[in-house]
Nanobody, 120 residues
Framework: QVQLVESGGGSVQAPGSLTLSCTAS??????MGWFRQAPGQQREGVAT???????SYSTSVQGRFTLSRDSATKTLYLQMNSLKPEDTAVYYC????????????????WGQGTQVTVSS
């Protein structure tokens, strides 16, 4: 069971910056990512990174957010620049599971979430 602890959320004025961190209780070679959920909306994917370091971003954050992972410290980072009010949401860190020698298709482990609020 991998535990994920997020930090770094807060309030900022547009077009400010924030960096979110997610520290895992144990090393995982599987994909990790950040998701977000705004009030009254469904959770959406923000960015993911696989075991080789390849990243993907949603179109809404492409060019503004940068995802990275430090395997030595088991930490996932999301650098968020040029923040907009529409980026306001609870941000969740997630990791895919490891079963029978393979990474699972689903994100099996989730953090508790951290609030990001961007004012205009």
């Amino acid at each position: 069971q991998v535990q994920l602890v997020e930090s770094g959320g807060g309030s900022v004025q547009a077009p400010g910056s924030l960096t979110l961190s997610c520290t895992a209780s144990e090393f995982t070679r599987c994909s990790m990512g950040w998701f977000r959920q705004a009030p009254g909306q469904q959770r959406e994917g923000v960015a993911t990174i696989d075991g080789s370091g390849a990243t993907s971003y949603s179109t809404s954050v492409q060019g503004r957010f940068t995802l990275s992972r430090d395997s030595a410290t088991k930490t996932l980072y999301l650098q968020m620049n040029s923040l907009k009010p529409e980026d306001t949401a609870v941000y969740y860190c997630a990791a895919k599971g490891w079963r029978r020698g393979l990474c699972t298709n689903d994100f099996a482990y989730w953090g508790q979430g951290t609030q990001v609020t961007v004012s205009s």
